[in-house]
C-alpha cells in the first residue's frame, strides 16, 4: 500500500537553529516521485521540490537540504538557520506510476520559528 | 508562465444553500486538474480529478460534485451544503498525464458553513 508518514505532527525551535522534518514512505513501485511542499498561513501550498526515485543525491537550495535515502524509504528535509518566514505546515508527497498522476500527502508538519 | 485562479477566496454559506466554486488556469493547455478539501487543522483530501474536458473521476463519495466544462475550467458544487463541507478547497494542475508530474497548486478558497 503506498503511504506517506510525518511522524512529526509539531515542531518548534528558536530563529536560527537547524530544524529537520522527517517524512517516510511506503511503496511497491520502483519508479516514483517524492515532493515536498510548504503551506505559509496564507493556505496557498508552495511546491519546494521533486524528487525521482533513481536519483538520490542530495539536494541543496539556499537554506533548505534533502536527504533521501531508498534503503530507509525516507526523504527528510532540513532547513539551516531557521527564520520565522519559515513558520508554516511542511508537506511531503508522494507519486507513483499507473496512479492517474495523484499525489498521495502525507498529514504534514507544523514548524513554529520562534523569535 | 502558468497561472492558477480561485473564486472566491472565502465564502459563508448557510446549511442547504448550493455552491459553486471556480477554477482556472492559464498558461497551459489540456492540463490534469484536482480539487482537494483540508479541513482545518488536518491534512489534504483528494476530492475529485480530471484528465480531460468532461471527464472526471471521484474519490470520496459526497454531496459534492465537480464538472470540467472547458479544458482550462474546473468547477467544485453542491446542491446542499452540510456544515460537514466547511474547509478550505485548493485546486491544482499539473502536466499530461503518465508523468507524474508536481502538481501546482492556486490560493484556495475558505468555505465556512453555518
Known amino acids: 500500500a503506498q503511504k506517506v508518514t510525518q511522524a512529526q505532527t509539531e515542531i518548534s525551535v528558536v530563529e536560527k537553529e537547524d530544524v529537520t522534518l522527517d517524512c517516510v514512505y511506503e511503496t511497491r513501485d520502483t519508479t516514483y516521485y517524492l515532493f515536498w511542499y510548504k503551506q505559509p498561513p496564507s493556505g496557498e501550498l508552495v511546491f519546494l521540490i521533486r524528487?525521482?526515485?533513481?536519483?538520490?543525491q542530495n539536494e541543496i537550495s539556499g537554506r533548505y537540504s534533502w536527504n533521501f535515502q531508498k534503503s530507509t524509504s525516507s526523504f527528510n528535509f532540513t532547513i539551516t538557520a531557521s527564520q520565522v518566514v519559515d513558520s508554516a505546515v511542511y508537506f511531503c508527497a508522494l507519486s507513483e506510476t499507473n496512479r492517474d498522476d495523484k499525489i498521495i500527502f502525507g498529514k504534514g508538519t507544523r514548524l513554529h520559528i520562534l523569535p | 508562465s502558468q497561472t492558477i485562479h480561485q473564486w472566491p477566496a472565502t465564502l459563508v454559506q448557510p446549511v442547504g444553500s448550493p455552491l459553486s466554486l471556480e477554477c482556472t488556469v492559464e498558461g497551459t493547455s489540456n492540463p490534469n486538474l484536482y480539487w482537494y478539501r483540508q479541513a482545518a487543522g488536518r491534512g489534504l483530501q483528494l476530492l475529485f480529478y480530471?484528465?480531460?474536458?468532461?471527464?472526471i473521476s471521484s474519490e470520496v463519495p459526497q454531496n459534492l460534485s465537480a464538472s470540467r466544462p472547458q479544458d482550462r475550467q474546473f468547477i467544485l458544487s453542491s446542491k446542499k451544503l452540510l456544515l460537514s463541507d466547511s474547509g478550505f478547497y485548493l485546486c491544482a494542475w499539473s502536466g499530461q498525464s503518465g508523468r507524474m508530474d508536481t502538481q501546482y497548486f492556486g490560493p484556495g478558497t475558505r468555505l465556512t458553513v453555518l
Open positions: 480530471s484528465v480531460g474536458i468532461g471527464q
Open positions: 524528487r525521482n526515485s533513481f536519483d538520490e
